[in-house]
């Protein structure tokens, strides 16, 4: 029975060709591609490249691909080439691919359970820190020549802001605005955002009427 080793080899001959010029053109050691003329597929650096490498010598050489595979698949027993291997190398072998994979999913796993409690701390984080409040209007000390105030300001939208203790109705994003009457003279006026937790952050604004 002639071998696919002997095939290639004969047909590599033929075209004059040595092992370094087949290696240069498909990327295949030499010594991989005189183990696969011999047959000595054990030599071949794992189970999944002996086929990968057998098929691309087939089509490099302009072999009949279809018969001259079937042909490779008859002759190689996979269990009877790679039984000569050390058991223990074997093992080891198998033991670090499944180790590699082990550790690619326990990475994943670490990927999402950080990004999972990153989003839970982003969407629950004002119950750990008070919450944000901006005021763009009045500025501090302001000096006012009507009796009242339009306080206007910013902050989360899950909150509750308060001025000078009455609710307020937020608008989109978060955006407020009132109209606080004020009396001849100082006052203070206190804006505070406050969170379902009881966290509060607090803005005061003193202005004077003229």
Do not use: C, W
Request: glycine content about 6%; cysteine-free.
């Amino acid at each position: 029975m002639i071998h696919v080793g002997q095939i290639l080899f004969d047909a590599r001959s033929k075209k004059g060709l040595t092992l370094e010029d087949v290696s240069k053109a498909i990327k295949i050691k030499p010594q991989f591609l005189s183990a696969i003329e011999k047959g000595e597929y054990n030599k071949l650096p794992s189970r999944a490249y002996a086929q990968g490498f057998v098929r691309n010598y087939i089509e490099y050489l302009g072999l009949p691909e279809k018969e001259t595979m079937a042909l490779f698949r008859r002759e190689f027993d996979e269990e009877k080439i790679y039984r000569v291997l050390p058991e223990g190398l074997v093992g080891r072998q198998d033991f670090s691919i499944h180790r590699t994979r082990l550790s690619r999913t326990i990475v994943t796993i670490v990927i999402l359970l950080l990004l999972l409690v990153t989003y839970i701390f982003y969407q629950n984080r004002y119950a750990f820190l008070a919450p944000p409040l901006e005021v763009t209007s009045p500025k501090e000390g302001v000096v006012l020549n009507g009796s009242s105030v339009q306080i206007i300001g910013k902050t989360d939208s899950n909150v509750t802001v308060y001025i000078n203790n009455n609710a307020v109705f937020l608008e989109e994003k978060g955006m407020f605005k009132k109209t606080v009457d004020v009396f001849l003279g100082k006052s203070i006026i206190v804006i505070r955002a406050v969170n379902r937790f009881g966290k509060e952050t607090k803005i005061e604004r003193h202005v004077e009427v003229k």
